[in-house]
């Protein structure tokens, strides 16, 4: 602590996010950035070093939090990003998209506003990337190991980087044509400007990492041979299988997974498509799904210039307070307001008035080019204003969220589109239709983002490996992440159920330690979770 009582002179303040109008007319991240940095530092000074930081047993990486908070405050950025990274392989990806359970265990959180933790750890991770410090490390001598990492998301990342660095020679095979995983083709550029994800790439390259894209294991290069002709294999190929709602009319034209929406948008960006082949564009969109996929949905279609767009969510509206039985410092269920929530608002747009052309002032087609420097994270700075501070005025537009909400059907057309959707209000408890309140909106884009039953089962791999599910769906592991077949770990979504960007991470180092264990008789590797871990709960 620079200052032992910052936390009672210094207000919490995020970072600031750009107005809406600004930051929808393009694709580039929401927040603004570097030019920042004294007030992230003042921020990082209200951590009180408490002694017992309950923080570190909210972040699933042990994240030496107020190691760092305090060598931020001090204007000790290098050293503040060496810290980090003792703990964290990316920290320039959870400090843009980790919801940050860290801060409501946060001890100031239990009568203040908590440490804006996330805001600090971006802000060290890009000045670490500014400044040049943070420069490939291959390893001083290979063990002659060879290691053979399948999915490049967060968690097979994690895992390569740290069994390069360990000195095995890695090789990720990745079914898509390029690496990263949901980082890549789920996340949108909004959230996380894909450069960020390339410097890491080039970065792992330089220490020895291999990638292979375009390989599905399991079809394109049998799983078995994989194996014999590797020492070890990580399967870390994530949980991508969608819930589906099997309801009438699921199967008309305009209904989409949120998962064959969202990789589209991405690919836009990354200079594939001029146009997505799938578009809200002028149309009347519905989003069945109330959870984060179905926010980045949002986001993306305001992005698209959508006509109209409402967010279904089955479960009742949350308070916007703590509910007794989520007390700190387990990671509350309130009324969130995410940034797309933040412009969908602001925007105000009224449902049914598809299709049609775009409206006034709506965003331009993706911007592609990086346009900042190092540390850049998006778009021109908003001259610091608060979120939100080009909003109307409270209650003057609702929210595009309906809440116990409950899909009945699709309605087409006579060519088989869709073009309305029937709903009515969930019960309390059983979710069933509340007899007499069903009401049709009319809809020309519907996107299902129902969560994940996880990993998707065909194409070989689970057979050729002899790996098992378990109960609940996932593919099961020992404590030491172990799959059951010799020289086979599971790491990630894989193992663990769709999750987070920081648990991958975590999983990921951890089985990078289990597979260094079994190479080597030992490990130094840092081992931050065990497969059985779960979040703070009480
Ligand atoms: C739309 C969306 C938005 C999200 N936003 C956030 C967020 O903001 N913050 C957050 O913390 N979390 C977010 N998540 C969750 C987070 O992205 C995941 O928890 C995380 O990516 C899981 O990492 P993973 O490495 O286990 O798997 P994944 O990222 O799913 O990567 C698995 C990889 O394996 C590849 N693969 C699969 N099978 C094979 C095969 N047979 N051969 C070769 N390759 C294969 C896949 O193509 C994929 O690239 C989001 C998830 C979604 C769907
Ligand atoms: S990774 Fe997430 S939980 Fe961990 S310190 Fe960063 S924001 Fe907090």
Redesign the pocket.
């Known amino acids: 602590m620079a200052d032992p009582k910052g936390f009672l002179s210094i207000p919490r303040r995020p970072l600031p996010r750009r107005p809406v109008r600004e930051r929808v007319a393009d694709w580039n991240e929401v927040h603004t950035g570097q030019e920042l940095l004294p007030v992230v530092a003042a921020q990082a000074d209200r951590c009180m070093d408490c002694g017992i930081p309950f923080c570190h047993s909210g972040c699933p990486l042990g994240n030496l939090i107020p190691e760092w908070n305090e060598l931020a405050a001090r204007g000790d950025w290098r050293a503040a990003g060496e810290r980090l990274h003792a703990t964290d392989n990316f920290p320039e990806f959870?400090g843009?998209?980790?919801?940050a359970p860290c801060e409501s265990a946060c001890v100031l959180g239990i009568n203040a506003d908590p440490v804006t933790i996330r805001d600090v750890e971006v802000a060290v991770a890009d000045h670490a990337w500014a400044g040049g410090a943070l420069p490939a490390r291959p390893p001083e001598r290979l063990s002659g190991r060879t290691v053979a990492v399948?999915?490049?998301?967060?968690?097979?990342?994690?895992a390569a980087q740290q069994l390069t660095r360990a000195g095995h020679t890695v090789t990720v095979?990745?079914?898509?044509d390029r690496?990263?995983?949901?980082?890549?083709?789920?996340?949108?550029e909004f959230?996380?400007e894909k450069r960020h994800l390339d410097r890491r790439i080039r970065q792992m390259r330089e220490e020895g990492t291999r990638f292979r894209t375009g390989?599905?294991?399991?079809?394109?290069?049998d799983?078995a041979d994989l194996l014999r002709r590797s020492d070890a294999v990580v399967v870390?190929?994530?949980?991508?299988d969608p819930r589906e709602l099997p309801v009438p009319g699921r199967g008309l034209a305009g209904v989409h997974q949120?998962?064959e929406y969202?990789p589209l948008a991405n690919r836009v960006c990354e200079g594939d498509f001029a146009v997505p082949p799938v578009t809200a564009e002028g149309r009347d969109v519905v989003i069945v799904g109330g959870g984060?996929?179905g926010a980045?949905?949002l986001g993306t279609v305001l992005r698209q210039r959508a006509a109209s767009v409402v967010q279904l969510d089955i479960n009742p509206r949350p308070g916007g307070d703590r509910a007794e039985d989520e007390p700190w410092p387990v990671y509350p269920r309130v009324y969130r307001v995410s940034p797309a929530h933040e412009e969908a608002r602001a925007l105000a747009l009224p449902h049914g008035t598809g299709p049609q052309g775009p409206g006034p002032g709506w965003a331009g087609p993706c911007g592609g080019a990086d346009p900042g420097g190092p540390g850049h994270r998006g778009g021109a700075a908003s001259g610091g204003e608060p979120s939100g501070a080009d909003l109307p005025p409270p209650g003057a537009v609702g929210d595009v969220r309906v809440f116990s909400a409950s899909t009945l059907r699709f309605e087409g057309d006579a060519v088989g589109r869709v073009r309305a959707l029937h709903l009515a209000e969930a019960e309390p408890g059983s979710r069933r239709p509340r007899p007499g309140t069903e009401r049709a909106v009319p809809v020309q884009l519907v996107l299902l983002?129902l969560g994940?039953r996880g990993?998707?089962r065909d194409?070989?791999?689970v057979e050729q490996l002899g790996l098992r599910f378990d109960a609940r769906g996932t593919l099961a592991r020992d404590a030491g992440f172990g799959a059951g077949t010799e020289g086979v770990f599971v790491?990630?979504?894989?193992g663990?159920g769709?999750?987070?960007?920081?648990?991958?991470i975590a999983?990921?180092r951890s089985a990078a330690a289990a597979v260094d264990r079994y190479l080597t008789g030992g490990t130094d590797l840092p081992a931050p979770v065990r497969p059985a871990d779960r979040p703070l709960a009480v």
């Open positions: 959870t843009r998209l980790c919801p399948v999915g490049s998301g967060p968690a097979g990342l994690a095979y990745e079914r898509a690496v990263g995983g949901l980082l890549r083709y789920g996340i949108p959230k996380m390989v599905r294991v399991g079809a394109d290069l799983a870390a190929v994530g949980a991508t949120a998962m969202l984060d996929t980045d949905c983002a994940f990993p998707e194409g070989g791999l790491a990630g979504d894989a663990r769709q999750s987070l960007v920081v648990w991958a999983e990921g």
